[in-house]
Every structure is written in structure tokens, then in C-alpha cells.
């Protein structure tokens, strides 16, 4: 049997997408999602989550910008109820200076905690703010120590990011490579005097074989909704 059909999936949540990828992310990779504000990045790690919570699963969500009450208020705002499954959410809040001036102890702490919880997922958002305190020669660390984290404990992982100035990759252009999958959500735009619609494209997938076609998606107070096989104008 090849790799292709032994990796067993993991369901993200977010509706419409799991068929774009072959039936969800195989365990234990990374995803990075990568998008400007506003293109959902922190409700496609919600849904994530409360997926994971709703099978029974323990999550682990780090914030790197939005505090614990903004992210539970996001998330009541889609239907999502994080207070039903305090006993198996963990919602971390670290203030990104405090962690690259103590990057060791909190790679440490962050794989004790998934350990000892027994997490199968977590979202780390927005990384970017993190790499951004970073030197370009440096900024790869933060990010191999995540890596082995999460290689090391073996959940499954969305971290996401701020795009660069084209959308056409994260910001700083390194998580593509410490990542087994990206994701991209844009905004499209056919003239300046129409609104925009979103699109999101699956970058990579290792070991996956998926489609590259931009694919519109919607927000709505249910969240997510890909709108496979849709015309994008
Ligand atoms: N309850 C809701 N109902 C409908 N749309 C919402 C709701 N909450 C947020 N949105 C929309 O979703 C967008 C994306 O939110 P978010 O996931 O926070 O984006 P990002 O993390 O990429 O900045 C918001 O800008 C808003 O337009
Ligand atoms: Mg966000």
C-alpha cells in the first residue's frame, strides 16, 4: 500500500474543503494558512478546533495577537461554543516578545503541554507577528522549533499567516518550507468598483493530490463555506 492511502485524515471542519484535499489533512502535518486580514484565517482555525472538540479530541490554540475573550466571542459569533469543551480547549495567549526572549522555555512548555494534554490539534495564530520580531537570518528558528514540536508530539497543525503584498505567499516567504501544506485565501477583485470575492487555493499537500484552481469560498455567520465547483466570476 502506497503512503497516498495509509495516512489516515483528519477533517478540518470547514465545509466544502476536506474534498478539495482528498478527505482532510493527513495526521500529524502542518498546514499553513496564508491570507491579509479579513480573509478568515482565524475562523478557519476555529473551525479547526471545534471539530477536533466535537469528536471527542483535545485542542491546544495558541494566540499570537487576539486574547482569549476576542477569540471566544469570534467564534460565538459562528455558532461555535469553546465554553462546552473547557475541559479539552486549552486557548493559549502568548505575547510574541515575551517568546523570542525566552524561545527555548516556551518550545519546552509548548510540547509538555501537548504532551501531557494529549492534544490531536492545534492552531497557532498568527504566526507571522512572531517572525516578524525576528532578523531575516534568524527567522527561520521560531519556526524549526515549532516544527520539531510538532513533529516530536505528533498533532496535526494549521498555523497561520499574513500574506505578502501579491497574496501569493506567507509573509516572510519561510513557512511554505517548514510546512507540509499551504493554503491560500485571497481577495479577487474583477474591477475596483465591485466587490471582491474570496477564493482560496491549495498551494501544496504533500502527499496529497489535490487541485490547484482557485475556489470561491463565503463568510457567513456559520462560518466557512467552500463553494466547490462554483465559477469564481
Ligand atoms: N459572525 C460573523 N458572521 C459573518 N461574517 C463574519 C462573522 N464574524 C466575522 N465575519 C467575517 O469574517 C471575516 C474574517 O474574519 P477572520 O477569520 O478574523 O479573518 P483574519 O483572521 O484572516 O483576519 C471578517 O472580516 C468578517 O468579514
Ligand atoms: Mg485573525
Known sequence: MSDFTMVSRVST??????????GGIPE??????????????????????????KNGENAIYISLDEDEESIRDTASGFGMDLEAFKDSLEIIR??????KESLEKVRNE???AILEMGAKRLVVDTISVLEGLFD??????????LRNIIKKSGVTAILTSEADKTQSSSKYGIL????????????????EIEEPILALE?????????????????????????????ELF
Open 13 to 22: 471542519g470547514v465545509e466544502g474543503f476536506d474534498s478539495i484535499i482528498g
Open 28 to 53: 500529524g502535518h502542518i498546514v499553513t494558512i496564508f491570507g491579509t486580514y479579513g480573509t478568515g484565517k482565524t475562523t478557519f482555525g476555529l473551525h479547526f478546533i471545534y471539530e477536533g472538540l
Open 94 to 99: 502568548l505575547d510574541p516578545v515575551s517568546v
Open 110 to 112: 509548548m510540547l509538555q
Open 136 to 145: 531575516e537570518k534568524e527567522r527561520w528558528l521560531p519556526l524549526s522549533y
Open 176 to 191: 511554505e518550507y517548514i510546512s507540509d501544506g499551504a493554503v491560500a485565501l485571497r481577495f479577487l477583485r474583477k474591477s
Open 202 to 230: 491549495v498551494i501544496k499537500m504533500r502527499r496529497v493530490k489535490h487541485s490547484r484552481k482557485p475556489t470561491p469560498y463565503i463568510i457567513t455567520e456559520k462560518g466557512i463555506k467552500v463553494l466547490e465547483g462554483a
